[in-house]
């Protein structure tokens, strides 16, 4: 959960920066959409610690929206589940091919995966 809220406030303040410096839309940012890549093992060595990380995810999302979204957007996201074990693919995957904005990266081996992040500048929260 705490990894939600603090996604939400990277997504809030970087959205604000967007908006200001490119019209309002950057990939996974539209005008009424905020699209988010959200990764965990659900299955694989670590499934079973993590079986239910999805589902807490999208309750947060589905509380955000209800309440109004983020900067009067919805949020949407895409899952991977990385089996503990590809997240550099994952990361790879909701980003080049997905479109995401930001990744919620609740993954033992977020490790994997945050260089390429980093190096694209896409924002992550996680491991």
């Not at 988010?36 to 079973?48: H, K, Y």
């Amino acid at each position: 959960m705490a990894a939600t809220v603090a996604t939400l406030g990277v997504v809030a303040l970087a959205t604000a920066g967007t908006a200001a410096t490119s019209g309002g839309d950057s990939t996974g940012v539209t005008a009424k959409e905020i699209k988010l890549g959200f990764i965990s093992p659900a299955t694989g060595i670590a499934g079973s610690t993590f079986q239910n990380a999805e589902a807490g995810f999208k309750a947060c999302v589905d509380a955000t929206n209800a309440d109004g979204g983020v900067p009067g957007r919805d949020l949407t996201y895409e899952f991977y589940d990385d089996g503990a074990v590809t997240n550099l693919q994952g990361v790879q995957d909701l980003v080049q091919n997905r479109g995401v904005f930001a990744v919620v990266n609740d993954s033992p081996f977020a490790f994997q995966g945050y260089q390429f992040l980093l190096d694209n500048g896409v924002p992550m929260v996680g491991g």
